[in-house]
T-cell receptor, first 110, second 110 residues
Framework: SQTIHQWPATLVQPVGSPLSLECTVEGTSNPNLYWYRQAAGRGLQLLFYSVGIGQISSEVPQNLSASRPQDRQFILSSKKLLLSDSGFYLC?????????FGQGTRLTVV | GEDVEQSLFLSVREGDSSVINCTYTDSSSTYLYWYKQEPGAGLQLLTYIFSNMDMKQDQRLTVLLNKKDKHLSLRIADTQTGDSAIYFC??????????FGKGTMLLVSP
């Protein structure tokens, strides 16, 4: 069965520090992968999506970047975190009609 | 781009039916989804419907799609306190990307 792993579950980082959130998918191949952010007020904002290795599309210009070094691995990064980067980050994958989310990472930038 | 709108809040009594509504703008959307988010957790896929369907029923859940009006609804029969959560409507747009509404908070009172 398909599963999606996202870690860490919670993270507290100081302003200006780097960030790396990782997401891996099991049980499927060549999925479309996504990073969403859910800020206060619960709206979901699409940050990045990827349709294949090395292919990244950015939906919103910001302080973050994404990479897809392997078919089932999607990484969200930042070189220097801002206070406004705080939020709940969700990784997701779709393949055909199926769409599933990871459990999320609560990032607090202090 | 795609715009997805939902009412922000719905309150019902236990045992009643709940109806959560959603409207979208992109008539080319082919898959439409309903997700449930419990506090502090990731999104759980509840159900989805193809755009060539008018209705889909899955146990206590009924999804109705009015493609002409671009209106999607989720009906929960015999609502329970455990159904209290935020419900997100999502539609696919672009290359399998998902656009979400801001979520409807469902509060079920005993």
């Amino acid at each position: 069965s398909q599963t999606i792993h996202q870690w860490p579950a919670t993270l507290v980082q100081p302003v200006g520090s780097p960030l790396s959130l990782e997401c891996t998918v099991e049980g499927t191949s060549n999925p479309n992968l996504y990073w969403y952010r859910q800020a206060a007020g619960r709206g979901l904002q699409l940050l990045f999506y990827s349709v294949g290795i090395g292919q990244i599309s950015s939906e919103v210009p910001q302080n973050l970047s994404a990479s897809r070094p392997q078919d089932r691995q999607f990484i969200l990064s930042s070189k220097k975190l801002l206070l406004s980067d705080s939020g709940f980050y969700l990784c997701a994958w779709t393949q055909g009609t199926e769409a599933f989310f990871g459990q999320g990472t609560r990032l607090t930038v202090v | 781009g795609e715009d997805v709108e939902q009412s922000l809040f719905l309150s019902v009594r236990e045992g009643d039916s709940s109806v959560i509504n959603c409207t979208y703008t992109d008539s080319s959307s082919t898959y439409l989804y309903w997700y449930k988010q419990e506090p502090g957790a990731g999104l759980q896929l509840l159900t989805y419907i193809f755009s060539n369907m008018d209705m889909k029923q899955d146990q206590r859940l009924t999804v109705l799609l009015n493609k002409k009006d671009k209106h999607l609804s989720l009906r929960i029969a015999d609502t329970q306190t455990g159904d209290s959560a935020i419900y997100f409507c999502a539609v696919n747009s672009g290359y399998s990307t998902l656009t979400f509404g801001k979520g409807t908070m469902l509060l079920v009172s005993p």
